[in-house]
């Protein structure tokens, strides 16, 4: 479930949840809203997530299927990280790591500390998609990361608070399933609130000297990230974490901590470019967008960050051979 530097295949996590539950892959992408999504091999283009899993809790008739997703995340799959995290003297420690190593280990959209009345909150970044989209990630990460917390304290994490910015939904009273913690909605961040007792707890596996090595590793590993890895996905993972605002090459490049000529000259070997990429991406999210959104052609534009709408028109006949009026209703005729 890992790649050498210990980033997880959520999507392989998800395939592998709705077959336990009788669901093929086939039978998946045999959805009239995934047919834009391209295979390689068996495996689903690691961008098309945000597309999976609605089609997969419709498939499935599971409406908690993201929160399970998330507990499926262990924290051993992290490979060198995994060790840097468990030997850390608390969750303290653990969070601090979670957000400087997040390029590497793909979970989720990036993460920032804040200062909270009641501890520290773990708030979530800008989250690209649908309403029902962003639901279901912040749903699949939170849902991870307190699982992870209780598995490295070895005990219920219950001494703070989960806000969610979306409205509370049908299922909301299966929360209390995988949360031990109260729940609150139409909170204006996104955020799980930890009290200083869950903070400040040991864990059972600190280890400070063993800490220091393991560290060390996951630093040398930041250094050189995607230097054997396939640097187009890894452009595709942080483009679908981004909000409107697409980043341009050189942000990327950066990101990544390589230099933008390093980066063309790998894309050039993986025979493709940054360009390609992009539009990739922003096909998949305006399928999405005109599928599961009632936003009008013109709004969907001006998500994907087009100033014009007939500019994403076109772009889009170029990618499906259909306008997107089109292809919006094909999909609702089926």
Same mark, same amino acid.
């Given at each position: 479930m890992r790649s050498k530097h210990g980033s997880i295949d959520i999507t392989k996590l998800l395939l592998e949840l709705l077959a336990e539950s009788g669901?093929?892959?086939?039978?998946?992408?045999?959805?009239?809203?995934?047919?834009?999504?391209?295979? +390689?091999? &068996?495996?689903?283009? $690691?961008?098309?997530?945000?597309?999976?899993?609605?089609?997969?809790?419709?498939?499935?008739?599971n409406p908690t299927l993201a929160l399970e997703l998330g507990?499926?995340?262990?924290?051993?799959?992290?490979?060198?990280?995994?060790f840097a995290l468990m030997s850390c003297l608390n969750l303290r420690e653990v969070l601090t790591l979670l957000i400087r190593y997040h390029p590497i280990l793909n979970l989720g959209p990036s993460w920032e500390l804040c200062e909270h009345p009641k501890g520290i909150a773990l708030?979530?970044?800008?989250?690209?998609?649908?309403?029902? +989209?962003? &639901?279901?990630?912040? $749903?699949?990460?939170?849902?991870?990361?307190i699982s992870m917390g209780e598995s490295l304290l070895n005990r219920r994490v219950d001494g703070g608070e989960l806000h969610f910015s979306f409205p509370s939904?049908?299922?909301f009273n299966d929360y209390s399933k995988f949360f031990s913690m109260p729940v609150k909605f139409n909170q204006?961040?996104?955020?799980?609130?930890?009290?200083?007792?869950?903070?400040?707890?040991?864990?059972?596996n600190a280890n400070p000297a063993g800490h220091a090595i393991f560290q060390q590793q996951c630093e040398e590993l930041l250094r050189g990230f995607n230097n054997v890895e396939?640097?187009?996905?890894?452009?595709?993972?942080?483009?679908?974490?981004t909000g409107r605002e697409f980043p341009n090459i050189n942000q990327v490049a950066e990101h990544l901590h390589?230099?933008?000529?390093?980066?063309?000259?790998?894309?050039n070997k993986e025979s493709t470019n940054f360009r390609t990429i992009c539009?990739?991406?922003?096909?998949?999210?305006?399928?999405?967008?005109?599928?599961?959104?009632?936003f009008t052609v013109a709004e969907v534009a001006e998500l994907l960050g087009y100033s014009e709408t007939v500019s994403f028109r076109r772009a889009f006949i170029r990618w499906n051979g259909q306008t997107p009026s089109e292809y919006r209703g094909r999909l609702q005729a089926t």
């Open positions: 669901v093929t892959q086939n039978q998946l992408f045999s959805l009239p809203e995934l047919q834009s999504i391209k295979i +390689t091999g &068996k495996e689903p283009n $690691e961008a098309a997530l945000p597309m999976l899993l609605p089609a997969a809790i419709k498939l499935s008739n507990q499926r995340i262990q924290i051993t799959s992290f490979g060198s990280v995994s708030r979530s970044g800008t989250i690209m998609g649908s309403p029902q +989209t962003q &639901k279901l990630f912040l $749903e699949l990460m939170f849902s991870a990361v939904p049908r299922h204006a961040n996104s955020q799980v609130v930890l009290s200083e007792k869950d903070l400040n707890s040991r864990l059972p396939n640097v187009s996905a890894a452009i595709r993972r942080l483009l679908i974490q390589i230099s933008e000529r390093t980066l063309r000259r790998r894309l539009d990739e991406v922003r096909n998949i999210l305006a399928c999405q967008y005109l599928l599961s959104t009632g």
